[in-house]
């Protein structure tokens, strides 16, 4: 008798999944497990970037546009799919209208950013050090004239947010670091910053995120500089919940960039905490939810070695760096540079998938993923998750109630959905798109008849082998769903998600 009862439970488990499935309405599933790959894969908002500038003195010159070409060879042959874009503004430090001819360059550059299929970290500055020590005046602008100039530039950030991964705060100081300046410190001692600085500091910071959409975040230089703007505590507690997270509100808007990176024991000055390691709890809370990125900035053995580094930008979450600077910390790394190309950021990888395999038009689909994030962040912008039917005649895309942001570094994220199957009889491709939700970065022309074209560029490709589409940027969860013409009534979906034609 026990043994009989053994026996039903292993049959009892082996077909759960089909027993789970009727007991839904639908038919049976079929089980996947996938093989991921060591390779580096170009996806955006991550990874190496490319450092970039160009300048705008008194009689106009200065201005070097970006090459489209150079842009495509970084993302098709390098797997780096972002630039570093500084503006210097020398010549506006001290008017307050900005020139419809350098607005006009501004615009350029950025259709070339599109036209190469990358994205780009943006800052404003007025000024870099003719030599160094730096001398006074340092050249940048008081706080009424950055207001008026961001004004001005807010229609290029809309019109092209889509192609911005980020923006960093910029405008004040050197480089727009916000230290050496003439009017947010004493420009005798950059270290004296005033309660009316910090406020036109803070203005400076709300005026940027008013001149960008509520989706996109800025970077500030030092972890401090957000605690005291935006009124939070150093260490883990002032950092942002996942409760805050993604609502639109400063806090959860403002991220980090670090370019001392390694430098010395706070990084020359980013971190101001006493213990240092408040700061960096606090970063390190902050950063699951917004930006962390820069550049090293020298050699600083053991500290920028790659033990050291690899594990700092683990705990911080680092999306981004700079392959350019320093030369010596990145050459210090040597063959470890492959895995800081294949981590910084997220990187996600299917491990599973169970999906009904046969189902009656608009008949429910179940759907079954686990996903793991090897990288060492999450993504920082929105993406839609969608599922794409693949016919041989026609497509079909369903939008999922699903946010890779909330995708965290480190963890597997199990997806158990139900959504209804085309009405068209016939057998489809089971596809993921991690797509970018602006429109222009997806794919166009999608009524039927007409030919498909795809922008497979800003899609997100799995670390999977044989899934990627390259023409479309899906990816191919090799799994097919028969949509059965046996019973010609149409299934039951109820509100569950409802495919759309895409062609």
Not at 246 to 264: I, Q
Not at 415 to 426: E, S, T, Y
Request: with cysteine; aromatic share 10%.
């Amino acid at each position: 008798m026990r043994r009989l009862v053994t026996i039903i439970a292993l049959v009892s488990l082996v077909f759960a999944p089909q027993a789970a499935a009727a007991a839904h309405g639908t038919g049976p599933v079929t089980t996947r497990d996938y093989a991921q790959t060591d390779a580096v894969i170009s996806n955006q908002e991550r990874g190496f970037y490319h450092h970039t500038e160009t300048h705008y003195r008194a009689d106009g010159s200065g201005y070097v546009p970006l090459n489209v070409a150079t842009l495509r060879n970084f993302r098709t042959q390098e797997n780096v799919t972002q630039i570093l874009r500084v503006f210097y503004l020398e010549k506006f430090a001290g008017q307050d209208t900005l020139d419809k001819a350098y607005l006009d360059l501004v615009r350029a550059d950025f259709r070339t950013i599109r036209a190469a299929g990358i994205k780009a970290i943006v800052r404003f500055a007025y000024a870099q050090p003719p030599g160094w020590p730096p001398t006074i005046p340092y050249g940048d602008a008081p706080l009424a004239r950055v207001q008026k100039h961001i004004a001005q530039l807010t229609p290029i950030l809309r019109e092209n947010a889509d192609v911005i991964a980020v923006v960093q705060s910029g405008f004040v100081g050197l480089w727009g670091e916000g230290y050496y300046t003439d009017y947010f410190a004493d420009p005798q001692d950059p270290s004296q910053v005033s309660d009316q600085n910090w406020a036109d500091r803070r203005a400076v910071i709300m005026a940027l995120l008013k001149a960008l959409p509520k989706d996109r975040m800025i970077q500030v230089r030092t972890p401090y500089m957000k605690q005291r703007m935006l009124g939070v505590p150093t260490g883990a507690e002032g950092g942002l919940t996942a409760e805050q997270a993604y609502n639109g509100s400063p806090l959860a808007r403002v991220g980090h960039h670090n370019d001392c990176f390694l430098a010395s024991p706070d990084d020359f000055g980013t971190y101001l905490s006493d213990p240092i390691e408040l700061d960096k709890e606090f970063v390190a809370q902050d950063t699951k939810y917004v930006p962390e990125g820069g550049e090293t900035c020298g050699v600083n053995s053991p500290r920028s070695d790659w033990p050291s580094a690899s594990e700092e930008m683990a705990r911080l979450h680092f999306s981004f760096l700079n392959t350019d600077y320093h030369p010596d910390v990145l050459a210090s790394w040597g063959d470890n540079i492959t895995i800081a190309q294949q981590r910084l950021g997220y990187r996600f990888a299917l491990e599973q998938s169970t999906v009904t395999s046969t189902t009656r038009p608009r008949g429910t689909v179940d759907v079954g993923l686990r996903i793991r994030n090897d990288g060492w962040a999450a993504p920082y912008n929105p993406r839609q998750v969608q599922l794409i039917f693949q016919g041989d005649k026609h497509s079909y895309r369903v939008n999922l109630p699903a946010d890779p942001r909330r995708w965290p570094a480190g963890t597997t994220t199990t997806l158990d959905k139900q959504v209804c199957a085309p009405a068209v009889p016939g057998k489809y491709r089971l596809l993921l798109n991690l797509a970018d939700p602006a429109p222009r970065l997806q794919s166009q022309d999608r009524l039927p008849g007409s030919t498909q074209t795809y922008n497979s560029a800003y899609a997100i490709q799995l670390a999977n082998t044989g899934t990627w589409q390259a023409a479309t940027g899906y990816n191919d969860l090799n799994q097919t769903v028969t949509v059965t013409a046996q019973h010609h009534a149409a299934g039951a979906c109820g509100q569950l998600p409802k495919p759309e034609l895409i062609h």
